[in-house]
Each structure stands twice: as structure tokens, then as C-alpha cells.
């Protein structure tokens, strides 16, 4: 069974960091590209960050770039995202999810984490 888990989330405070972790597991993850997406209060999903199946390209949205970075291990099957210089408006439900991307954020994603809640608040 296809598994992507993501524990940690949680409150941090404006410019803070954080570091989510996913763990997958029921595939052979070295070979399939991953992605961070983000569901703000009252929005749709989006496209965060996504990286190849190597973990030597990775492809950030506009809103995130240099501030958040996206790494794997495929050794412990396990994806990352770096937070870095949050804002209120990074505040949403991230998942882990797994899935190719063809162009821009037109990603045929086929697994879901549950998502974990990162809230940015003074």
C-alpha cells in the first residue's frame, strides 16, 4: 500500500523557520517525483515546490523561492521541505504528495498525504 506521511506542522512565529518531513513508503521512491503542496484558509491547493525523482532538479512557485527549499533522501525515503522567512500568508495545510510534473505546476499527482497544518502567527 502507497503511503506519504507527513508529521510535524505547527505554529511558528513570522520570519521563523520550520522543517517538514514526509515519509513514504509502498513504492519505490528513488524513482518517482515528489512535490510540496499548500492549501491556504479558504483557498485551493497549489503547487509549492516539487522535485525530480534524483533530487538534482527541483522547480519552487514564485512566491516561495528563496525562502523555501525542497530535498530528499531516497536512501530513508523521505522528503523535506525547508522553511525559511515565513510570512502569515505561508500559513496553510501542506501535503506531501507524489506525482510528475509536465510543465509549470501541471502535475499528474496520484498520492496524497493527510497534510499537515504550519501556522504563521505572532
Known amino acids: 500500500e502507497v503511503q506519504v506521511v507527513e508529521p510535524g506542522g505547527g505554529r511558528v512565529q513570522p520570519g521563523g523557520s520550520l522543517r517538514l518531513s514526509c515519509a513514504a513508503s509502498?513504492?519505490?521512491?528513488?524513482?518517482?517525483?515528489m512535490s510540496w503542496v499548500g492549501q491556504a484558509p479558504g483557498k485551493g491547493a497549489e503547487g509549492v515546490v516539487h522535485?525530480?525523482?534524483?533530487?538534482?532538479?527541483?522547480f519552487d512557485a514564485d512566491s516561495v523561492k528563496g525562502r523555501f527549499t525542497i530535498s530528499r533522501d531516497n536512501a530513508k525515503n523521505t522528503l523535506y521541505l525547508q522553511m525559511s522567512s515565513l510570512k502569515p500568508e505561508d500559513t496553510a495545510l501542506y501535503y506531501c504528495?507524489?506525482?510528475?510534473?509536465?510543465?509549470?505546476?501541471?502535475?499528474?499527482?496520484?498520492?496524497w498525504g493527510q497534510g499537515t497544518q504550519v501556522t504563521v502567527s505572532s
Open positions: 504528495t507524489r506525482g510528475r510534473r509536465r510543465t509549470g505546476w501541471d502535475v499528474e499527482y496520484d498520492y
Open positions: 509502498g513504492f519505490t521512491f528513488s524513482n518517482y517525483e
Open positions: 522535485i525530480n525523482s534524483g533530487g538534482g532538479s527541483t
